[in-house]
């Protein structure tokens, strides 16, 4: 998968995509990163990427030009095309205004041969961006970032784990916080103890106590059942606790609604 970045700050990506599972992705030609200046895309002495906004306001404006100019300059579909086809480019603003970028908005991006991501800054990017060159807007988060720069590297971070081939163990990326649509057994989770849409339970590893702090004894009797049942446990617990809007009813087994029961009797005592 290819991955062109636009931004005003394109040292800001020595590093953020320089370890890891993005450096070996990268390395193996699993994902192709460019970065792409801005300011060379613009045509005045001053390589001038903003402006005061009309109407009057805070703070200054990406003008469309440059970014229009940069994207143009890419092997890509115009918007219209790009909309009608097989979805298999897309061009994407980073916005606090945009769509919440979630685990399943990854998956659904991770099908994409190539993805453009425009990083704002500023107040933010002349509407027309949004209007006639980005196929979508983005928010990582309900908070407001100086750019969209960090969110960039969010997505392709995230996006990157997704691909096959990316993780040395492949069941990994089924396993973890908000991976849903995995298949449940009727009345509990299967073997592997996949999320199911739930935040992923606790792991420990050695030495099995620590400061005090003992490592619980379940995991560490070698019965696959008991682990399995301890592992779904946590995980409702910790996703009562933090997410419970992650509770959807329609993912959950009868041994969930069980559980949950328990967890919310105890938690009145
Ligand atoms: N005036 C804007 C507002 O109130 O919504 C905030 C602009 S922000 C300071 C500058 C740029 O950072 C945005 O254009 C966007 O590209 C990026 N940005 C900020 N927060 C973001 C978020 N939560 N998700 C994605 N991009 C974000």
Redesign the pocket.
């Known amino acids: 998968m290819k991955f062109e970045i636009v931004t005003i700050f394109p040292d800001f990506f020595r590093g953020p995509l320089d370890f890891g599972i993005v450096r070996k992705s990268r390395e193996s030609g699993l994902i192709e990163i460019l970065v792409h200046d801005l300011r060379t895309f613009t045509s005045d002495k001053h390589r001038t990427v903003d402006d005061r906004p009309f109407g009057g306001g805070e ?1 200054m404006v ?1 003008k469309p030009e440059p970014l229009f100019q940069c994207v143009e300059s890419m092997d890509i579909a115009p918007r219209e095309s790009r909309l009608e086809r097989t979805a298999k480019e897309s061009v994407v ?6 769509q919440m ?1 979630t685990q399943s908005l990854a998956q659904e991006l991770a099908a994409l041969d190539r993805m453009v991501l ?8 002349d509407e027309r961006v949004a209007e006639g060159l980005a196929d979508r807007e ?14 960039a590297a969010v997505i392709i971070d995230t996006i990157t784990r997704l691909l096959p081939g990316a993780l040395g163990n492949e069941a990994s990326a089924v396993q973890e916080s908000f991976t849903a649509g995995q298949k449940l057994d009727a009345d509990g989770p299967d073997s592997t103890c996949s999320s199911g849409g739930l935040l992923d339970y606790p792991h420990y590893t050695r030495p099995a106590e620590f400061r005090g702090m003992a490592v619980p004894e379940v995991l560490m009797g070698g019965n696959h059942e008991q682990v399995r049942g301890w592992r779904r446990r946590k995980a409702l617990e910790k996703t009562s606790q933090y997410r419970p809007d992650l509770l959807n009813s329609e993912s959950l087994s009868k041994e969930d609604k069980k559980l949950l029961a328990d967890i919310a009797a105890k938690k009145k005592n």
């Open positions: 703070g990406l603003l980073l916005s606090p205004q945009g970028f425009i990083c704002g800054r500023y107040e933010g990017v983005i928010s990582i988060g309900d908070f407001v970032l100086s750019g969209g720069e960090l969110g």
